[in-house]
């Protein structure tokens, strides 16, 4: 007996290290997916690195408790998978949100983003936001429209006295 309690701490241990050391923490309800969708949604959520677990509620409610995120224990009712990005702060809710829009049944419960309870708007606003490499790429194109545009002028300065010569 003494055994399946220990595998039970040790359970509530790794959800609760996961809640911490996450950057973003999705609850989600994924009752009326089958399991070809199930698996789709994995496989997408493991190519960007985002562990992707079903725990019971009672184990995740120790967890939360643990870690100071009881405020999530209300929409601990029902089967709930959790997803956890450790990396990027928006893929886990970008391809969840993306994925809840082609699936209905797949429903966002709520979360944790950058340690702090999120609301369900919070998440989705987070889930419309450019990836880091889109972010990436607006901010190279900012910092490159000043030197893009210096070389259009010299480029035009220099046509101009070309023709000039020229005539």
């Known amino acids: 007996m003494s055994q399946i309690i220990e595998h039970k701490k040790q359970i509530v241990s790794d959800i609760a290290d996961k809640l911490k050391d996450s950057k973003t923490t999705l609850l989600v309800d994924y009752r009326g997916l089958d399991v070809e969708e199930v ?26 408790e643990e870690t100071g995120f009881q ?26 949100n993306n994925f809840a829009k082609e699936h209905q049944d797949l429903e966002i419960k709520g979360g944790i983003i950058e340690g702090n309870v999120a609301t369900l708007d919070q998440i989705k606003e987070l889930a419309e936001l450019p990836s880091y490499e889109g972010l990436l790429s607006m901010l190279l194109n900012v910092l490159q429209a000043p030197v893009r545009n210096f070389a259009y002028a010299t480029k035009a300065i220099a046509d101009q006295k070309d023709e000039e010569e020229g005539a």
């Open 71 to 96: 405020e999530l224990d209300e929409v601990l009712v029902g089967p709930t998978a959790l997803a956890f990005g450790k990396d990027d702060v928006v893929a886990p809710a970008k391809i969840i």
């Open 39 to 64: 698996t789709e949604l994995r496989q997408q959520l493991r190519e960007a690195d985002v562990d992707f677990k079903v725990y019971k509620n009672t184990m995740t409610r120790r967890a939360t």
